[in-house]
């Protein structure tokens, strides 16, 4: 199974990316891992028209590729203001439901303090309608993300027994993961071998 990882903070070196790196380090259930930091690319801002998706220099015939082949997503997204960054979301505009559709994705959220939860429940409610990405049920939240998930030990006990914890949950996200990815891989083959009539009349959600 094949897992790409994308995160969405619009700063280089950020904890969202440590955040991936940990994720793409520890996620033995897949064989394939590829991580696409999107600040790291110079996107156009989707402007509802196919043909500015292949702009002229334009990353994303490289980043779609790697969507096409992934059986499962982990989208990660820094809470600024109480909202997903806008890296991540044109990134979701641009997708095509072929590429994505029926295909798992694990949102997590990363912030600094101990809030987290809008970022979820805005991705949850606008963002996967047309892609057409599941979401898991479980997603994650990464509260004081500067003191977990570090490579350095621990001296405080509560913040060691935390991240703990922390890592316990991403083993068992990650685990999910794989099984809806190889549930959902029956889903597309039937879907792309015996159709709905019609089927592309819905291809938008409602």
């Known amino acids: 199974m094949k897992l790409l990882i994308v995160s969405g903070s619009q700063r280089e070196n950020s904890q969202s990316a440590k955040v991936a ?10 064989n394939d891992i590829s991580h696409i930091e999107l600040c790291r690319y110079d996107l156009p801002f989707w402007d509802g028209e196919q043909e500015s ?11 779609s590729q790697k969507v096409r082949r992934a059986d499962a997503l982990v989208l990660i ?3 600024w203001g109480g909202m997903a960054s806008p890296l ?8 095509d439901n072929q590429d994505t559709a029926h295909k798992p994705a ?7 303090g101990i809030s987290g939860a809008y ?3 805005e991705l949850r409610m606008n963002a996967l309608k047309n892609n057409k990405l599941v979401a898991l049920p479980d997603h994650l939240i990464i509260r004081n993300v500067n003191d977990v998930l570090n490579t350095s030990e621990l001296d405080n006990p509560v913040i060691k027994d935390r991240d703990q914890d922390l890592r316990q949950r991403i083993n068992y996200s990650m685990y999910m993961l794989n099984q809806y990815s190889e549930a959902l891989a029956e889903i597309r083959t039937r879907h792309e071998n015996t159709p709905y009539p019609k089927q592309q009349e819905y291809c938008y959600g409602m």
């Open 119 to 121: 970022p979820i429940a």
């Open 53 to 63: 998706k292949s702009m002229q220099s334009s990353p994303w015939p490289l980043i």
């Open 77 to 79: 997204t820094p809470e």
């Open 106 to 112: 694990l949102l997590v959220s990363v912030v600094s």
């Open 21 to 30: 790196n940990y994720i793409a380090k520890h996620s033995s259930e897949f």
């Open 88 to 95: 991540l979301k044109n990134f979701l505009l641009m997708c």
